[in-house]
């Protein structure tokens, strides 16, 4: 969870504007694993990954706690 925080940092301090994903892989906190899930936000509008948090009983306990 730290990574993500890390790269939503990197992102919000990002000024420029942004052409292409690949320009982010410099950025501190964008490792590959997330550059990829930009990359398939940008090209899907959606990260497959992430589209069944809503419904996922593991998290939904954990965000009780």
């Known amino acids: 969870m730290w990574g993500y925080r890390r790269a939503v940092i990197s992102l919000k301090q990002y000024d420029k504007p ?24 940008a090209a899907e509008g959606h990260i497959a990954r992430f589209d069944n948090l809503d419904t996922d009983e593991k998290l939904k306990v954990l965000t009780m706690f």
């Open 18 to 41: 942004l052409y292409d994903v690949d320009e982010l892989k410099d950025l501190p906190g964008i490792g590959k694993g997330i550059l990829d899930k930009l990359k398939e936000f």
